[in-house]
Each structure stands twice: as structure tokens, then as C-alpha cells.
């Protein structure tokens, strides 16, 4: 699937239902066509599952997009089906993410440390031929494939659930019918919804302690990791971080981090706001990307740091597993110094109505 | 001491020796002021020595600049008393340079590991409150502290040795009478001398590969350490880094920082030349200043990796140190991203005639 939206723009449509029907149809579709393959074929042996690693992909981008779509637009559906169908949403969502982001964490830690560890005359790393090196790379390995095994027979389980099928038929019904609180409603009053999802955006990305990772290498990352942010106003997603108060380095890493992980949720959902209104959405689409890798680097660092705490591990093991970790908070950092040089040039382009209006 | 230049500059001097016996002569007054106070008053206690850190430092600085106009204007003294000079004088400076250069390690490792541990909700690091930062604080500590003992106790045994009442003598008759080759020279043939120093700066800076930091967060300190460099062409400093060939860490990030290390001498030797010359040097302050900050933190990083290979250390303190040690690393790439951005500046105003005439 390409990124271009699926939908006919705002100005072409005649309501807020037909924009509406338009991207989610589309979208549903997508879901049932991505869930057999995704599931795999009926009578399948389960430990082939999922089938397919695309579908698995495609039926989670449509997850995103309606689940963002109902969020943002939820004054337009009967409520109650709605609120039932965002959560069954999140759940999937929940599911499929886990094996795919174990994959990846492996790619990355696994990669970071073959590059810290390569000997070669050209490219060697800071720990080349380190005794500890092999050591870390098997203890890594195998509890990453140990949480994505888990994962995967979690997902098995859960793939011909009735709740899934439930799902499926909810989808079923999208696909064809929207249930629309106001079908009649003006295509325009959906640019003030999008508008506000964009403003949530701004908000949370201006409280950003951006300008702490301003300067490259100000040690952020490593160093000096912020206060717990004020509680976030309302209208915020729900997952706000709890105050720090342990004297304990994840909840300080965790709390330093939670701020940027909820400006993500906030920059898909703009962009799948500007998705449905047919609006050109490039430089989120940049930011997403770029609160992914802070999201991925961070999520690595937080497993390299309980691998460390791995009983009767070797020093060598242990100091090897130090490295990797810091490393992969300097990538937290260079993230955060990657946004700060984006957000200037795409937040004003969020702000007032030119924003939300079709390309 | 200010930075300066305490000689007549070069437009105003009849000739060459006059500059340069202008330039020298101070800096020996300086070296024979400082010398006794280093050294404490005669029959004072050996374990209360040196007697003041900053005549230490005054001392060094003496013995630095002579050494590099010694150095550059070779051509201009006694050849044999030039080279005998100069090799008493680099014996001193080792000497000296190695209780300061602990303690300042000490200070940056315990300094970055108090921050990488701090517990403060305003300014956490990433080891808050772990279990390994009180022993790799401790390790650290005692290593450092013996290497510094160890360090003063040889300065101790040589400091009222045969070998640096001669050096002395050798500086009084500098402070009287500098042993010149042609005093009758022309105050500007000096300007090439300065001039090839300045441009054998200039070559190194090229040469070094300071586009691999050109971007911030590139990880040339931890991953991607470069080829060790081609050989350097005559006139550079012998200190040429061998080849790299074991698959060794440390020998690799030895390598590495070589080139950095010698551009320092260089910067050094550029500077002092200047000085003579009456010339302004501000840019090659500046870059002394990086290149120091480059120096002491390959440094401190090999004494954390040193730290690590200590026998029955917990898993937990080398884990620690891991973290520091990427931590020093990181602060080797940021002092050669700042140098990158430092010397675009600096570099063309060291060549061409301009850039060796007096202010």
C-alpha cells in the first residue's frame, strides 16, 4: 500500500459522512483483505502463523488509521459502537505490535553490537575483539527470541479467538455501512476536529524539552535526564507517566522518555487526521519517523539494561552490555537533537486553518 | 601569566636573534621563577612537593614554549645545543605533565560518573541509583589515586636531581645569552620558519578525518573507527601511529585518536610560533582548547577500559564502567564534531604571509 490517502478530499465531498465513509470503507477493506493472510489459511499448522509478515504490516497500518480516525472524529459515530470498537482496536493493535517490535529490537541491538564489535581494518567499533562481545550478542539473542516466541504463541492464541472474529465482523460492517451519529453534516465540520488533533500536537510538542537536546552531544540522553513533566491538560492521551520519585535509573529513563513516546501517538493521529481530510501530511510523516527511532532506541536501551541485570553474567559480559546500552541512549539523544531540528520548520504549518484544508 | 606574546614583535625587531633571544629570555625568567616553588624551598619535607600546583602549571608553560621555538626556529641556534635542549626540556615536560594529567582525569571520571549516577529528580543520569556506581567510583578512585602517587613519587625523585640543576643552568644562560647561529639574521626570516609550522598544521588538519564527525551523532567514536592514516609526509611529528593490525580494541581506538593527538603537537607548535612572531592566535587557542578536551577524553576512556579488566570485579561495576567508558567515547566524538566546526575558520587564516606577521 502506498501512503497517498485513499479517500476523496474534503472540498470534493458533499458531508462530513461521505469523507468519512469514504476513508474508513477503504480502510476496513484493507483489514479484511490483510486478516486471512495475516491469520493464515484455515486449517494452516498454527506454528506457521502469522503467514504472512506483509499482511501482518497491512492489517496493522488499517488498525492504526481507523482506530486514529474514530479518536479524532468521534463526534461524528454513534458513541457507544465507537468507544467499543477503539478498544477492541487497541487490543489487536497490543497484539500484532509485540513480535514485529521483539524483531526489530533484535535487529537493532543485534546490529549495534556487531558494529561496536567489528574488527575490521576499516569500520572497528570501540569494543572490536572484546572477550565479552560474543557473550553479550548470545544473552541478547536469546532473550529476544524468547519474548518474541512468547509474543508470536500469544498472537496464536488470540487469532481465532471469537473476539477476533467479533472484530472482523465489526470491520465487516465499516466496510460497508459507517454508523454515523449526523450523516447530514457539512464536510467542513470536520476540519475543526482534524484542527484540534493538530493543536494537540502543537501543544504537547511546544512542552517538549526539546530544547535541552538543542546542542548535539549535550549528553541528554545519558546525562541530566529532565524533570517529570506537569500533568498533561486535558484532551492529552490517557498514559500519562507517573511522577518520578524512586531514585531508580529505568523509572528516571522511563519518565525522561514518556513525554516524546505520547508525542508520537499525538503525531499519528494528526497525521491520520490530515489523511482523512485529504491534506498533505509529509513533514509528520518525517516526525513519525523520527519519534519511531527515539521510541525503538529507547525500548532497546530498557532491554540491555535488564539483560544486565541477567544473575552470573561475566564482567566482561556486563561491561560489553554498558556499552550497548549508553549507546543506544546516545541514539535516544541524537533522536531528540533529529526532532529539534524538525519540529521548528513543520509546527507553524500545523497551526490555523490553512493547515487541515485538502492539497 | 597572560597568553600575551611578552616579545617585541617582528616589524619592530633589528633582527631575527633579537626576537627570538626577546621571546626566549622571558620565557626562561618565567622557567627560573617558577622552578623553586615547584620544587619547594630547599630542605623542606620531599612528601610536600611539588610545592604549588600553579607554579607546576607555571613551569610547564615555560617549558612548552620554549621547547616549540626550539623547536621551529632549529635553524636559528647552535645545532647541538638546540637538540640537547629540547630533549632535556620534553624529559621535564613528561614529567610534570603526569600528576596534573591524573588529577584531571580523576576529576572528569568521577565527575561524569557522579552525573551518570546522580539521583536528583531535576537532573537524574542513566545510572541513578545503580548498584555498580559506588564500586566503579571507588575502583576508579584507587586506580587513579595510585597512578597520581606513583606519578609524584618519580617527579619527587627527579626534581633535585644532577639532570634538572643542569637544565636549569641551561635556562639561566638562555635567560642571559641565547646560544644563537647568525644573530645578525633579519628579524624576517623568521616569518617562513613560522610560517612552514603554520603549514605543516594546516596539512594535518586536511588530512584528518574530521568529515566522518561532520554530523553530529555520527557514533565515529563508538562504531566506525577509521583506517589507521596513510604514513605522515617529513616534517610531521615522529610520533606516527603504527599500522593497525590486531583486532584489539584498544589498539584500535589508539589508532584512531593518533592523528588527533599529533594535530595538537602541531596546534601547539603553530601557536608558540606566533607568540614569537608577535602574531595573534586566537582560533589556534580555541583549538588547542578542543583537542585538549579530544586528549583527555580518549584518555579517560582508556583508563575506564583498563578499570574493567580488573580481576573479581562484580558484573554489576563493569556494567558501570561500560556505560562510562561509551560515555568518555562520546565526549571524544563531540570534541572532534566541535573541531569540525572550528576549523573552516581557523584554517584559512593560517595560510599565506598574512597569517605570521605581527598585529
Redo the contacts between chains.
Sequence with gaps: MTDAPTTAPVARAATAGEVLAGYLTAQAGAFLRALPQAVGEAGSRPGALPASAQAADDLLRAVRRVGGALHTFAAAFDPQWAQESRTELRWLLNLLAQEPGYQRRATRLLG?LD??A??S??????????AGAPKARALLERQLTLARTRAHTALLQELRSARLHALADRMTLLAGEVPLAAPAEPAAALLPRAAAALAALVGAGERLPWQRSAQ??G?A????????EPAAPAGAPAAVPPA?T????DA??AA?DAPWLRARILVKRARYALEVCGAPGEGLRELDGVLARHQEASDAAATVATA?RTPR???????????????Q???V??AR?AFGRQWPAVAPGLVGPAAVLPA
Design positions: 549495534a558494529s561496536l567489528d574488527t581494518p576499516d569500520g572497528a567499533g570501540m569494543l572490536a575483539g572484546h548535539a552531544y549528553g540522553g545519558l546525562h541530566r535526564l529532565g524533570p517529570a518520578r524512586a531514585a531508580d535509573a528516571a529513563l525522561d544486565a553474567i561475566t564482567p566482561a559480559t556486563a561491561y560489553v552490555l554498558g556499552v550497548v546500552h549508553a549507546d541512549r546516545l541514539e539523544e541524537s537533537y
